[in-house]
Structures are given as C-alpha cells and as structure tokens.
C-alpha cells in the first residue's frame, strides 16, 4: 500500500482540451511563488479527487531541455507530496483540476520546488474549503 499512495496515474494528468480552455476562462487563481495556480471545481471525466496540468513558459526558457527539466521536478514534487491534498479532496467529495504554473525566472532546484509544491498544495486546500464553506452558506 505505502507504494501505491506515491504513484502519479494518468487519469491525474489533466490532458482534455475543453476542461483545460474551460479552467483558463472561469478558474480562480493565486500566487504561491514558484507557482501560480489556477483551478475550478468541476466534474471531471475520470472518478479521481483532482487532475493536475504543470506549465512552464517558453518565453522564460527558450530550450525545450530547460523547461522539460522544471516540468520533471514539479511533477516529483507533485507525485511525492500529492496524498494529503488527495486526501482532504476526498473528504469534500468535490473533483478540482487545477494548473500549476511556473512563474519563476530561474531553475530553481528540487528542494524549493517541492518546498514551494507543499505551500501550493496547502493553500489551494484552503481555498477549496473557504470555497466550499461558501457554497453551502448561500443555499
């Protein structure tokens, strides 16, 4: 079991082109430096809690190896440190995709990525939940 709680499945990956133009359009959004994150509760294709998209501009790093390299470092972050979101997700039985965006201006190393991944993580948990503590008020 502590095996498969690390894995990172495709059904996460947020891939379909409507929800990911939809997320743009109508998300939210916040900075958590290195990140920005956007997200939007909505029901997803798969059953999963929430579907993750990682994006690292081509106007910051012109070389596909560079961006390739921070993309890799974010997903490990993201694999690593993912079950506790998916967790709280779970509980709310609300599905979110949401997108990570890389908006600093160097490579910075895996630590402070992940570091800046844990804060990320936490703090959209947080506005989930001010979210949602919203919705139910109003009714």
């Not at 609300?94 to 630590?111: C, G, H, R, T, W």
């Amino acid at each position: 079991m502590p095996q498969e709680s690390f894995t990172f499945p495709k059904n996460e990956k947020l891939c379909s082109h409507t929800l990911i133009e939809t997320l743009f359009t109508k998300g939210a959004a916040f900075v958590s430096y290195p990140f920005r994150v956007i997200y939007l509760t909505t029901q997803l294709p798969h059953d999963v809690p929430a579907q993750v998209l990682f994006s690292v501009s081509k106007k910051r790093f012109k070389r596909a190896v560079h961006r390739n390299l921070i993309k890799r470092r974010c997903s490990e972050a993201y694999r690593l440190n993912r079950m506790q979101f998916i967790e709280t997700q779970r509980q709310s039985s609300q599905q979110v995709a949401f997108a990570m965006i890389y908006i600093s201006n160097e490579k910075l190393p895996y630590q402070k990525i992940c570091n800046g991944m844990i804060k990320s993580l936490r703090k959209l948990s947080q506005q989930l939940e001010q979210k949602s503590d919203g919705d139910e008020s109003v009714d």
